[in-house]
């Protein structure tokens, strides 16, 4: 798992420690010291913690002038036990959308499992977005399958052509148009 490092091409457009408006603006990394775990595993010192036991993300890109964010995902989204979503929201993302940021790409190609328990952070999410929304890119489909039993999928798109989006060779305007494009298809 240290292996595992938050996507880094897009570095020298964005990074989440210098953007006073981010909600990690200053925070220090230690290349060097590998504090944090998943379980017994520890995990780049790269990936943000934000209240969660297992899950850790990167903000990748933050676009305040066209209203988005690019938020990669690492380890295991457990909302049963650990109430993942609720830290997710109240530490991250209302500190975005207080910003203006309406609209979410959420990178799931490295969240192995989801434990799902209420939908009341995902549906206060997704109000709070107004016109904006939350696309989940390349989770996997067994997540997929569980956040529709847990009716998550009413709040997040995901799925069809956002599953097999090729979004690292792609700079961060391009991942968002594309994304757009999905999303003003389906929801027209």
Not at 90 to 111: K, P, Q, T, W, Y
């Amino acid at each position: 798992m240290q292996e595992i490092e938050p996507f880094y091409y897009w570095r020298e457009l964005y990074q989440a420690e210098n953007d006073v408006r981010s909600p990690f603006f200053e925070r220090e990394y230690n290349e060097m010291y590998y504090s944090n775990a998943i379980y017994n595993y520890v995990i780049h010192p790269q990936w943000d913690e934000f209240g969660s036991d297992t899950l850790y993300i990167k903000i990748l890109y933050a676009d305040y002038d066209r209203q988005f964010a690019v938020i990669e995902m690492l380890g295991e989204w457990n909302d049963a036990i650990s109430n993942d979503v609720m830290f997710l929201k109240r530490d991250v993302i209302d500190a975005m959308i207080d910003e203006g940021i309406n609209r979410f790409i959420l990178i799931g190609e490295n969240v192995l499992q989801y434990h799902g328990d209420t939908d009341d952070y995902y549906e206060e999410w997704y109000d709070d977005v107004e016109d904006g929304w939350i696309a989940a890119v390349n989770f996997r489909e067994h997540i997929q399958e569980q956040l529709q039993q847990f009716r998550v999928d009413y709040y997040l798109n995901y799925g069809g052509e956002l599953d097999v989006l090729n979004w690292r060779g792609l700079t961060p305007l391009q991942l968002f148009d594309k994304v757009e494009g999905v999303l003003r298809h389906r929801l027209a």
